[in-house]
């Protein structure tokens, strides 16, 4: 079986999307990926603050990071955002996502952002399906 840093990279070589939103891992390991990033110009909504879909984004990715760290391709069944607080340009947020229960075939994260001053941004919950199939060598 893969270690987790070899999932990882397989992962991120082929996430361009990831890339283009600057995502930087603090910390990954089985059930668990820390990130952040910076909230550019280009992320911003009409209303001058981040655009939704990019914080559902980030935290999308810190959770894909975390159920699918063990190798084992994991999906989304489903998923919540709850907007606690805007973020603007400039902003660096932290995403945090902990498996909170795994079993064969369903887990479910939790998965928070904040800001750099550590104020709540968004929460966000994850249910990952796990397929059964392996992430590197196949």
């Not at 991120?12 to 990831?18: C, E, V």
Request: proline fraction near 1%; hydrophobic fraction near 40%.
């Amino acid at each position: 079986m893969a270690t987790t840093q070899e999932v990882l990279a397989a992962m991120l070589a082929r996430d361009s999307f990831t890339e283009w939103l600057g995502i930087t891992i603090d910390e990954h390991r089985d059930g668990y990926c820390r990130l952040h990033y910076t909230i550019r110009p280009e992320m911003l909504n009409g209303f001058g603050i981040a655009h939704g879909g990019i914080l559902f984004s980030a935290a999308d990715s810190a959770f894909a990071f975390a159920c699918n760290a063990d190798g084992q391709l994991t999906v989304a069944l489903d998923v919540t955002i709850s907007f606690v607080k805007t973020a603007t340009a400039g902003d660096v947020l932290s995403v945090e996502a902990r498996e909170v229960h795994k079993g064969n075939k369903t887990g479910f994260y939790d998965i928070t952002i904040s800001n750099q001053h550590g104020d709540l941004i968004a929460l966000f919950k994850g249910t990952g399906y796990r397929t059964g199939r392996n992430i590197v060598g196949e």
